[in-house]
Structure formats: C-alpha cells, structure tokens
C-alpha cells in the first residue's frame, strides 16, 4: 500500500515539473531567425548549423561558430531535396535552396555559392529573405536542376 502512495506523489511531482516546464516554455519569446544547416562552398563544404537572419533589409547566415555570411547579394538560384548521403548529415525531410552571392559564382566548386538546407515550413520564409534568381521554382514547388 505504501508503494501506491510513494508512486502517487512521484506521479504528481513529475506532473507539476512538467507543466512549469511547459508554461515557462509559452511564455519565452521566440528565438529571431530562420534555423538552418549550410554549407559553403556549394557542394562540397561542410554542413554547419546556424541560422538565417533577415533584419533591417540585410540577409545573413550566422552560423554556431565562425563569421556571418551576408547574403544581401544572393540569389537563391534552385530549391531541391537531398540525396541519400546528404540525407546522413542533415534532416532528410528538408530542402535545400542553392544560391549564389554577389559575384554569381554558384556553381559547385566557386567559392561564391553557398546551399541552405531548411526545413520545409521555413522555407517561404527563407525564400522571402533571399530574393530568387529568374527562373527558379516559386516557394521550391519543383526541384531544379542547374
């Protein structure tokens, strides 16, 4: 009988941590920023986690360590989804938007070209934040092949 009431009072305790966790959780702000991993150069960097920031009229990729990356030049050139050996490194259900900065050397190998892989409720607003180059798919409906 004692045990039923020492795993009633560890059920109640565990309840109340829980809903305090739960409740400081709605009352923080959100975190500004898009999340996101990427890599630069495009297609053979390393995916490093950070997160897109789109603020006073200026994109950038800040990631966990390192310097930012500004993005006011880019152009998102391509959205698709990632292959099987990406799908390792990054979330396999995310997708990945191909741009190019300033000078337009996005193609793999250049050293201007950068790939964002976010998850596909971020990516509007990703898309929004880097303006898209002529011909790329609207909000990454149809993956593109350079």
């Known amino acids: 009988m004692i045990e039923y009431v020492v795993l009633a009072g560890a059920a ?4 109340w941590l829980m809903r305090r966790k739960h409740r400081s959780r709605q009352a ?3 975190v500004p920023g898009i999340p996101c991993m990427a890599r630069r150069p495009a297609g053979i960097g390393r995916w490093r986690s950070g ?4 603020d006073q009229g200026e994109a950038r990729w800040v ?3 390192g310097e930012p990356v500004v993005l006011t030049g880019g152009r998102a050139t391509a959205v698709r989804a990632p292959s099987v050996k990406e799908g390792i490194s990054i979330n396999p ?3 990945i938007v191909t741009c190019t900065l300033g000078d337009g ?3 793999v190998g250049g050293d201007g070209g950068i790939e964002i892989a976010v998850m596909p409720l971020d990516l509007r607003e990703l898309l929004a934040a880097v303006p898209q180059a002529d011909g790329a798919a609207p909000d ?3 993956p593109q092949t350079p």
């Open 93 to 95: 259900g995310s997708r």
């Open 63 to 65: 990631p966990g360590r």
């Open 12 to 15: 109640a305790g565990t309840a």
């Open 140 to 142: 990454g409906a149809a």
């Open 28 to 30: 923080a702000t959100p």
């Open 105 to 107: 050397s996005g193609e």
């Open 51 to 54: 997160r897109v920031y789109a």
